[in-house]
């Protein structure tokens, strides 16, 4: 399915979020603090959005890991010099990492995570690779609280975002997915508490209402925080 929507995928989050996406990207790569030749693990990299973000804002290296061929393809047009210097690319799995425990300095993963099919094996393997100091962000969808809102948002996740997104991209199945996927996919008090389970701190930020929710982890014990 990603490999058919490649093509449009990044026109359509554009026009879908009405750019508001870019912000929340921008947000989730400043609050992870990255430092001067930080080596950082982007899960389900995509077209690379989030991994150019931080090769533009930073002097860090990013390997992106994908299982879609097709996102690959759109990421390695759009990394222009960064490619095979500072961006590296790898078809992968989040639920297996290749890679040694401890590896990098951070890790992130925007928009995926619903995705995995095995969460929390996802989250064990970001935990795995990222070095004890680390920080690992999750930047993904949710459903707002309000529900006043929720139920507004539910009628353009609905109707108007497939429609919008079948007729540019070809494929309305994909569109009517990713209102699915937001719906069931974990809670954020049960995403925070899975990882408070595993012997993570968890600072959480809501964005726009509720409609997205950045995650900071970190190992150790410590109080959720919430900044809305």
Not at 80 to 107: C, K
Request: with cysteine; hydrophobic share 40%.
């Amino acid at each position: 399915m990603f490999d058919r929507i490649a093509p449009s995928y990044d026109i359509l989050n554009r026009i879908l979020s009405v750019s508001i996406d870019r912000y929340w990207r921008k947000k989730t790569i400043q609050s992870l603090h990255i430092e001067q030749n930080c080596l950082v693990l982007d899960i389900a990299t995509g077209t690379g959005d989030l991994a150019l973000g931080a090769l533009q804002d930073t002097s860090c290296r990013v390997v992106g890991i994908d299982l879609s061929l097709g996102m690959l393809r759109q990421a390695t047009r759009k990394s222009g010099l960064y490619l095979n210097n500072r961006f590296f690319m790898i078809n992968g799995d989040a639920t297996s990492l290749p890679f040694r425990d401890g590896v990098f300095d951070r890790a992130m993963i925007a928009f995926g995570i619903r995705n995995v099919s095995g969460v929390d094996r996802c989250l064990d393997e970001m935990c795995r690779v990222v070095k004890p100091a680390g920080i690992i962000a999750i930047l993904e969808l949710s459903v707002p609280p309000s529900p006043l809102f929720r139920k507004a948002y539910f009628a353009y996740f609905k109707h108007i975002l497939p429609l919008v997104g079948g007729l540019i991209s070809g494929n309305t199945r994909a569109y009517r997915y990713l209102h699915d996927s937001v719906v069931d996919f974990l809670s954020p008090g049960k995403l925070v508490k899975m990882m408070e389970e595993k012997g993570c701190t968890v600072a959480l930020r809501s964005f726009f209402g509720g409609v997205a929710r950045l995650y900071l982890i970190t190992r150790g014990t410590g109080e959720e925080k919430k900044d809305d």
